[in-house]
T-cell receptor, first 113, second 117 residues
Framework: GAVVSQHPSRVICKSGTSVKIECRSL??????MFWYRQFPKKSLMLMAT?????????EQGVEKDKFLINHASLTLSTLTVTSAHPEDSSFYIC?????????FGPGTRLTVL | AQTVTQSQPEMSVQEAETVTLSCTYD???????LFWYKQPPSRQMILVIR??????QNATENRFSVNFQKAAKSFSLKISDSQLGDAAMYFC??????????????FGTGTLLAVQP
């Protein structure tokens, strides 16, 4: 299957700093990418849907000014957690869609101290 | 709005045995996709199997098969000859065909499967 990469795989930062997570579709072009957040032993919670060249669509309750999403090209989307706080610590997963299939990145573990 | 329900938070199976994971969903649509995803301890989401609602035949992928009952809105996953590597969290998911490429996956709460040697 197609490959989606995420970078970094884990990041530890101080409270108040911003963190950028990259999501790339390595061998296909994805018109739509999705960002999820997952708490331990819980399901994936969709944060936002992004389309190349347009603004992301955020799910209800997700602060768009805190979680900035940029979908600059058909193979790259970024999630920036601005002014991160300990409650933002979580596992973030991106996903890219190609036709019927949706492929997931390996996730990024964010720890905010 | 569509919903997906997985009523078994945890399941256990002996190696080489068969286990069935349950999933029900609610929708008013007639055309949609259903999926089972596996999330092992590495947390990488892996597609196990996909079913198109318009197909009456149940999807099969090697040791994995589904029992798709459209009228009952049920979509169970059967794992035959269970292996230690099957131990993972399994998520059932629904996706509408409306809205094109942006329509989102709706996940169930997951079933944690343990495989006993």
């Amino acid at each position: 299957g197609a490959v989606v990469s995420q970078h970094p795989s884990r990041v530890i930062c101080k409270s108040g700093t911003s963190v950028k997570i990259e999501c790339r579709s390595l061998d296909f072009q994805a018109t739509t990418m999705f960002w999820y957040r997952q708490f331990p032993k819980k399901s994936l919670m969709l944060m936002a849907t992004s389309n190349e060249g347009s603004k992301a669509t955020y799910e209800q309750g997700v602060e768009k000014d805190k979680f900035l999403i940029n979908h600059a090209s058909l193979t790259l989307s970024t999630l920036t957690v601005t002014s991160a706080h300990p409650e933002d610590s979580s596992f973030y997963i991106c996903s890219a869609r190609a036709l019927m299939e949706q492929f997931f990145g390996p996730g990024t573990r964010l720890t905010v101290l | 709005a569509q919903t997906v329900t997985q009523s078994q938070p945890e399941m256990s199976v002996q190696e080489a045995e068969t286990v069935t994971l349950s999933c029900t969903y609610d929708t008013s649509e007639s055309d949609y996709y259903l999926f089972w995803y596996k999330q092992p301890p590495s947390r990488q989401m892996i597609l196990v199997i996909r079913q198109e609602a318009y197909k009456q035949q149940n999807a099969t992928e090697n040791r994995f098969s589904v029992n798709f009952q459209k009228a009952a809105k049920s979509f169970s996953l059967k794992i035959s000859d269970s292996q230690l590597g099957d131990a993972a969290m399994y998520f059932c998911a629904y996706r509408s065909l409306r809205g094109g490429a942006t329509n989102k996956l709706i996940f169930g709460t997951g079933t944690l499967l343990a495989v006993q040697p």
